[in-house]
């Protein structure tokens, strides 16, 4: 039973590296459009309103369902990711409204509006939160892999044993 379980596990052991760097891709995506979103908002409110950071605004929200929907896809097995996800979406989503307020504010308001992306809604940990997860997550499943191996090679050292001991009777 060990012996037959040992092939898949280690056809498994690449799926799971895999999903990890999907998870961790996703992740950054997510990340960088949070980022053009509020940087984009940010230089327009200073007065650079140009069509590049419009468009750069826009492109970015509209990325984020999709990427919510991959990460939700890929984090589906782990329900302490998916708490994360959803936690992570609600703060996303206080931003960038914060960021809307920051468009509509008038110039003597904004540093009030503005601050509470750093005080109320931080995302930074809640990111390191997930991709650590799915780190620890992959060494135990690499070692797990690796505690299968063993055995099976102690299992194949024993067998070999055993052969040995009836040809020599």
């Known amino acids: ?17 895999a999903h990890t760097h999907e998870v961790e891709a996703a992740v950054m995506a997510l990340a960088l459009d ?21 468009q750069r605004l826009v492109t970015g929200r509209a990325e984020l369902r999709g990427r919510f929907e991959t990460l939700t896809r890929l984090t589906a097995d782990n329900p302490e990711q998916l708490v994360r996800v959803g936690r992570l979406r609600e ?12 468009l509509e504010a008038p110039d003597a308001y904004r540093g009030s509006v503005v601050a509470p992306l750093a005080t109320r809604f931080p995302i930074r940990a809640l990111l390191n939160d997930i991709l650590n997860d799915e780190r620890a997550l992959l060494e135990r499943r690499n070692q797990d892999a690796e505690t299968q191996r063993q055995r099976a090679e102690w299992l194949a050292l024993v067998a070999m044993g055993a052969q040995l001991l009836l040809l020599s009777l």
């Open 1 to 17: 039973v060990v012996l037959q379980r040992l092939p898949r596990a280690n056809l498994e052991a690449p799926d799971a590296v």
């Open 34 to 54: 949070v980022r053009e979103i509020e940087s984009s908002g940010m230089m327009i409110a200073l007065g650079a309103d140009h069509p590049l950071a419009r």
């Open 91 to 102: 703060l996303v989503d206080a931003r960038t409204e914060v960021v809307e307020q920051l």
